[in-house]
């Protein structure tokens, strides 16, 4: 383990190395340096021994005890403010800048109020220490002790100056920084909940040996669980919900630390200070996972919730609990992200299949029904002795042509790229309505702007919806004639289709054809339907700039 997986998140080995460090430099310096004005510094080394001492019993329970290193924080933080006071009196009387320990003891106190509470806490640690530090000052100065008051001022000053600095920092404390969830090598488990790269990403955070990770699918009954031991071994299984009873243990809703043996947890609330509490219940997965003390972390993502649980971590302390919602929060994202993807896939899926069901039924569909039309009506005119060729040659043709627009539909699948260039729509609609009426035995026109070049998925659009209106008014309208009337704006194009048929009370009743309104909604649009005099107006009006 390198120096700073010894330290990192670890803010309670800080603090008693640092404080460790601070005591036996300041004992050597009294027992080192000749003292001016005062011949038996007894009482400093004796104060300085003692919190030598005290300061090296600390380091092994911080170091071992994340529960002993919180539960002490406040009565050592106490023991740290006496014992600065008291080496400030005992030794701002010497002549001798180096030996008092004021800044330095003030730096620590700082420092650790910050790192285990807040910048609340901190300012006002600094605020009483300050105006106590003023006091012991005055208190010289009145028992006309020796002091050098420009120094004493100076050391107030560099006191205040420290003191914003360091709440400065604290109130803009950030909160720990991981890296994002890889799931690219998520071995073939589901793409949208990849349980073990997550499991995987949290240890590797945490330093944890061990650990766990459950998953509770919304829309299944099942829980899915990976599970992580200290000799490298994993399991993967399912349960149903009778084999693990989440109700049986306590509900965790955010991370915290635990103790099963000895039944204790450390917790944060919303304005982040820590608590120790007791462990009233147990904690399901960390039994089944045999880990008895570590951390726990909630996972809410869309589409289910599931936890983790991490065990035999080194130094495992308070900030690990912010460690765990960082953790919580990067691997909810992902999942998150990784449901959103797979929704956005089925639903272009979804919006695939629909576009090739219109296009078959206003294309595909619609000229067999033309052909069989046309071949009903050859069949009357064999019975009546007529010529069939040049009906046979039309319904030929017909297929033909038919055929290369199915042609060109399957290319236009096969390079989308295609589908953004300009086309005219003029010359294109002109093509159309001489092909579908030679299909279906009427008589076509069209009016509008010579030249209009639209992108080319949107040319595809207006000729599905005119193609299909043709074939509406011809197969139920029993229409003679179709008249197509195409303009353009700035921002919308405009069709208006009315036929000769038999009108709207007879062919399309009051309900809206399906495949056209389907398109015309797709495409952001709007569609009315109307009685024409005679037959029916179809107006189509939807923006340039429509989604396909």
């Not at 005062?38 to 090296?56: G, N, Q, R, T, W």
Request: proline residues 4%; contains cysteine.
């Amino acid at each position: 383990m390198g120096l700073r997986q010894y330290f990192e998140y670890r803010s309670g080995r800080v603090i008693v190395l640092f404080r460790a460090a601070l005591a036996l430099v300041f004992l050597l310096a009294m027992y080192t340096e000749p003292v001016n004005g005062i011949e038996d510094p007894h009482d400093s080394l004796v104060l300085l021994s003692s919190y030598f001492a005290f300061s090296l019993v600390l380091v092994p329970i911080s170091w071992t005890s994340w529960w002993y290193d919180q539960r002490l924080a406040f009565p050592v933080l106490v023991v740290d403010i006496a014992t600065f006071l008291a080496t400030t009196f005992l030794t701002e009387a010497l002549d001798l800048e180096f030996v008092s320990p004021f800044m330095a003891f003030f730096a620590l106190i700082m420092l650790s109020a910050t790192m285990r509470w807040d910048w609340r806490f901190a300012a006002t640690t600094g605020t009483i220490i300050t105006l106590l530090f003023i006091a012991a000052g005055l208190t010289m100065w009145l028992l006309q002790m020796h002091i050098d008051s420009g120094r004493f001022a100076r050391r107030v000053a560099y006191m205040a100056v420290l003191f914003l600095v360091l709440v400065a920092f604290a109130i803009q404390r950030r909160e720990p920084m991981v890296p994002p969830l890889e799931t690219s090598g998520s071995n073939g488990e589901d793409s949208s909940f990849p349980l073990d790269a997550a499991l995987s990403y949290a240890m590797a955070q945490t330093g944890a040996r061990c650990g766990a990770i459950r998953w509770s699918d919304d829309e299944e009954p099942w829980v899915d669980l990976r599970l992580r031991y200290a000799d490298s071994t994993r399991r993967q299984m399912r349960m149903g919900p009778d084999d693990f009873l989440t109700e049986a243990g306590m509900v965790v809703d955010k991370p915290m630390l635990f103790d099963v043996i000895r039944h204790r947890r450390l917790d944060r609330t919303i304005d982040n200070w820590t608590h120790c509490r007791p462990l009233l219940s147990s904690i399901v997965l960390a039994e089944h996972a045999d880990i008895a003390e570590g951390i726990v972390i909630p996972i809410d993502a869309a589409g289910g919730t599931g936890q983790l649980v991490l065990g035999d971590i080194d130094g495992l302390g308070a900030e690990h609990i912010a460690l765990g919602r960082v953790i919580n929060r990067e691997i909810a994202a992902t999942f998150n992200r990784l449901v959103m993807t797979k929704l956005e896939r089925e639903a272009l899926l979804a919006r695939t299949r629909g576009a090739l069901a219109r296009d078959l039924h206003d294309s595909v569909a619609q000229s067999l029904a033309g052909a069989c039309f046309r071949l009903e009506g050859l069949r009357g005119a064999l019975a009546r002795g007529s010529d069939p060729d040049g009906q046979i040659v039309e319904i030929r043709d017909a297929l033909r042509g038919e055929q290369s627009h199915v042609r060109r539909l399957i290319e236009d699948l096969r390079s989308p790229a295609k589908i953004t260039q300009q086309h005219d729509l003029g010359a294109e609609l002109t093509k159309l309505l001489t092909d579908t009426g030679k299909q279906w035995g009427i008589s076509t026109t069209l009016e509008g702007a010579e030249k209009l070049l639209v992108a080319g998925w949107l040319s595809h659009e207006v000729q599905q919806l005119v193609r299909e209106a043709i074939a509406n008014a011809a197969r139920h309208g029993k229409a003679k004639g179709v008249s197509v009337n195409y303009a353009s704006t700035a921002e919308r194009l405009e069709l208006i289709i009315i036929d000769d048929g038999l009108g709207i009370s007879l062919s399309l009743g009051d309900s809206k054809p399906w495949s056209i309104n389907e398109r015309v909604a797709a495409l952001g649009g709007q569609l009315s339907i109307e009685p024409a005099s005679p037959g029916t107006k179809l107006t189509i009006s939807f923006p340039h700039g429509a989604a396909s």
